[in-house]
Nanobody, 124 residues
Framework: QVQLVESGGGLVQAGGSLRLSCAAS????????MGWFRQAAGKEREFVAA????????YYADDVKGRFTISRDNAKNTVYLQMNSLKREDTAVYYC?????????????????WGQGTQVTVSS
């Protein structure tokens, strides 16, 4: 079992930055790939970024590549999403997810544990 709690969301102007954190509890965190997904109002949830259990591999959706960086600190049981050069279209609820057997393909069904989400709003 893994419990996930996101934080760090908020309101930011376009071009600004935010860093999301996801605190995990449970022994399987350190063996799990971790992902960030987001869901904008009226849209389906979509993949944002993923990181392998040791942090050696990362994978990004095309529209955040070069702007967002996923990282993890297994000693702190935390995964991060650094978001730079934010755009209005990045506005969404951001979810952290854990997938003990997830591949680096950003497939939602591979993630078994989910946080409650944190709202990110980007204003123009």
């Amino acid at each position: 079992q893994v419990q996930l709690v996101e934080s760090g969301g908020g309101l930011v102007q376009a071009g600004g930055s935010l860093r999301l954190s996801c605190a995990a509890s449970g022994r399987t965190f350190r063996n799990s790939a971790m992902g960030w997904f987001r869901q904008a109002a009226g849209k389906e949830r979509e993949f944002v970024a993923a990181i392998s259990w040791a942090g050696a591999s990362t994978y990004y959706a095309d529209d955040v590549k070069g702007r967002f960086t996923i990282s993890r600190d297994n000693a702190k049981n935390t995964v991060y999403l650094q978001m730079n050069s934010l755009k209005r279209e990045d506005t969404a609820v951001y979810y952290c997810a854990a997938g003990p057997a997830a591949t680096m393909r950003g497939l939602e069904y591979e993630y078994h544990y989910w946080g409650q989400g944190t709202q990110v709003t980007v204003s123009s």
